[in-house]
């Protein structure tokens, strides 16, 4: 089967600029994860939706990123404007939601603000 | 709250040695997962175990083996004769409270020098 899909792979921006990330999950995978993991540090979920509805967004700096997930498949991550403290990879995952099996990660987006 | 703790940020090893990643973790929940991943250069995260809090017979599969051992709150993985494909970053997580999201570790660095 086909992988969890990211794109771009790399992104260079100004802070202050906006950037958007897009995940396109596992086919038939009804949960969606957002990660975000700065350099030296292990991955931390920003957010997470079952479907088209956000399960968990706790930790989603929401005054400058948001998340959406349209028809419960491919999702975008945006952030406006962007801070020095937000380069980091963004990592998205898709799981069967059936106990975590079937958790599987992308490759990740490298998000370098300058 | 949830807390994984990975003492030991790098580790260099030479070929053909055994090696054994730390892990402790903490929770107050009695229904928990803990996993491993991988996360080569490419960046991707790779799943290699995951564990729930009922089963705490060890695992073994191939050059890989996990000891938990939940009197400790210890996930330890042991790579037997390392190879440099073995060079990555390894991250535990910790999964509980119902919740289908991980919390990572901060990881360790293992470099196998050939």
């Known amino acids: 089967e086909a992988g969890v899909a990211q794109s771009p792979r790399y992104k260079i921006i100004e802070k202050r600029q906006s950037v958007a990330f897009w995940c396109n999950p596992i086919s038939g995978h009804a949960t969606l994860y957002w990660y975000q993991q700065i350099l030296g540090q292990g991955p931390k979920l920003l957010i997470q939706?079952?479907?088209?509805?956000?399960?968990?967004d706790s930790q989603l700096p929401k005054d400058r990123f948001s998340a959406e997930r349209l028809k419960g498949v491919d999702s975008t991550l945006k952030i406006q404007p962007a801070k020095l403290e937000d380069s980091a990879v963004y990592l998205c995952?898709?799981?069967?939601?059936?106990?975590?099996?079937?958790?599987?990660f992308g490759s990740g987006t490298r998000l370098t603000v300058v | 709250a949830q807390k994984v703790t990975q003492a030991q940020t790098e580790i260099s090893v030479v070929e053909k040695e055994d090696v054994t990643l730390d892990c402790v973790y903490e929770?107050?929940?009695?229904?928990?997962?803990l996993f491993w991943y991988k996360q080569p250069p490419s960046g991707e995260l790779v799943f290699l175990i995951r564990?729930?809090?009922?089963?705490?017979q060890n695992e073994i599969s191939g050059r890989y083996s996990w000891n938990f051992q939940k009197s400790t709150s210890s996930f330890n993985f042991t790579i037997t004769a390392s190879q440099v494909v073995d060079s990555a970053v390894y991250f535990c997580a910790l999964s509980a409270g119902g919740a289908n999201n991980l919390f990572f570790g901060t990881g360790t660095r293992l470099t196998v020098i050939p």
């Open positions: 995952a898709s799981s069967s939601g059936q106990g975590l099996y079937g958790y599987t």
């Open positions: 564990r729930n809090s009922f089963d705490e």
């Open positions: 939706f079952q479907n088209n509805g956000v399960v968990d």
């Open positions: 929770t107050r929940d009695t229904t928990y997962y």
